[in-house]
């Protein structure tokens, strides 16, 4: 079925959905062996991203550096919207329609560390990606890999290409996990400015005098 003329932008490379890329092509090929239609191959991209790159939300400065998807593939990890924008690219190599989501989130479970040096239990600018299939926009959330999930007790998001794959809001033991707060519509690249826009909001502290991010180090068990 070809894609509607209202849709081929969301087809088009970015400066971050680097679609083009050879690196890029090759991964969303090598991810969909064997699938025979494209709802299929957007399943085999989602599990590939999300257990293939290890989520890390640890060392992101958009205020320097601008996310591509293919930098995002060599460093195999990222944080949300770094593996976001690499299904995003993925799908559109294969020629499925793709466009990143943003919202706030909170995370209900973060370590007492990790609070203290955010200030906050807000994630702000959490991203998604949404894939069109059968005439639809799906939401398909592939941060959280698997290992992360087993050792955290939460659920892993997962996607069959026909309904929204978001974030539970409770984790295995019951307790209230992730809570969406707000949400900042849709793009068809990533709105690095507004972005840096969301941080500034709820994370001040974490600027200098430069208007550059400060980063807190690591967190670690």
């Not at 019951?174 to 909001?201: N, T």
Request: glycine content about 6%.
């Amino acid at each position: 079925m070809s894609v509607p003329e209202n849709l081929k932008k969301y087809l088009c490379p970015t400066s971050a959905i680097d679609c083009d890329t050879p690196s890029v092509i090759d991964f969303a090929h090598k991810s969909v062996v064997g699938a025979k239609d494209k709802k299929l191959s957007a399943v085999k991209l989602f599990y590939a991203v999300r257990d293939g790159i290890r989520y890390n939300p640890y060392g992101v400065d958009p205020t320097r550096n601008f996310f591509t998807a293919s930098k995002v593939l060599a460093k195999g990890e990222g944080f949300c919207v770094e593996k976001a924008l690499l299904l995003a690219a993925a799908a559109r190599v294969l020629e499925i329609p793709s466009r990143l989501g943003f919202a706030d989130i909170r995370n209900h479970q973060i370590p007492e560390k990790m609070r203290a040096q955010m200030k906050t239990d807000i994630f702000a600018f959490h991203g998604y990606t949404e894939l069109f299939l059968d005439g639809k926009w799906t939401k398909a959330t592939p941060a959280f890999d698997l290992p992360l999930c087993e050792r955290q007790e939460i659920y892993p998001v997962e996607f069959d290409g026909t309904k929204d794959a978001v974030f539970e809001n409770y984790d295995k033991k019951g307790r209230l996990h992730i809570e969406y707060i707000r949400y900042y519509g849709v793009f068809e690249d990533v709105p690095q400015e507004k972005i840096i826009e969301g941080f500034r909001e709820y994370y001040p502290t974490f600027f200098d005098e430069d208007g550059y991010l400060i980063l807190p180090e690591r967190y670690s068990d």
